[in-house]
């Protein structure tokens, strides 16, 4: 009878165990690194889908006005606008198509800092083949009687199919999944 061959065995359950939890742990570490990941990828697809957003937003817009539009009053490469550069309208009881569009500008620009980290964008409009003519609006005010009514020639060209276009470009900052932040863009060219 051999006394010392149950003593050899010792400590293999232990090692067997310890091996498991290594294994364990790489696993552990692998769904560990796959969940950070897919959060990354799903903040990253929440910036895009905020960034066509704020895009079909501002479009929209721009439909709603389009003797702004093709007077260059939403054209411009500083956007997010500054209090300051945008005047303070309020637009609820009316306004001309400069005041809408100085308003739109500014609601876009609050809407540009809030969903987009480190925003730019920039919008600028061919009205070439618009048929409109800056001098074809007539503002209420400046009709020559209050009974007459108000002409505007040039927005018959503006309705649909538009020959203008407009280009938009909205950058802003998102973290690689390797870590360090990169900028991404969006460009859209559009008729509003």
């Given at each position: ?20 939890v290594l294994v364990f742990s790489v696993g552990m570490i692998g769904v560990a690194g796959l969940l950070i990941m897919a959060t ?20 929209d817009r721009m439909s709603a006005n389009p003797v702004g539009v093709w007077m260059g009053n939403y054209d411009s490469s500083s956007y997010p606008v500054s209090a300051s550069t945008a005047a303070n309208n ?103």
């Amino acid at each position: 009878m051999n006394r010392y061959a149950p003593r050899s065995q010792r400590g293999v359950s232990l090692i067997e165990v310890l091996v498991a939890v290594l294994v364990f742990s790489v696993g552990m570490i692998g769904v560990a690194g796959l969940l950070i990941m897919a959060t990354r990828s799903n903040h990253t697809a929440y910036l895009r889908t905020q960034a066509a957003f704020l895009a079909s937003n501002m479009g929209d817009r721009m439909s709603a006005n389009p003797v702004g539009v093709w007077m260059g009053n939403y054209d411009s490469s500083s956007y997010p606008v500054s209090a300051s550069t945008a005047a303070n309208n309020d637009c609820s009881a009316g306004c001309t198509p400069d005041a809408l569009a100085q308003s739109d500008q500014r609601a876009w620009s609050r809407q540009l800092k809030t969903f987009l980290p480190q925003a730019s964008a920039r919008i600028r409009c061919d009205k070439t083949n618009a048929g409109y003519t800056p001098d074809a609006w007539v503002p209420p005010s400046a009709s020559t009687s209050p009974t007459a009514p108000v002409t505007t020639p040039g927005q018959i060209g503006m309705r649909p199919p538009y020959g203008g276009t407009c280009s938009m470009h909205i950058s802003w900052y998102e973290q690689d999944s390797l870590g360090p932040s990169s900028q991404q863009t969006f460009d859209w060219e559009f008729q509003p």
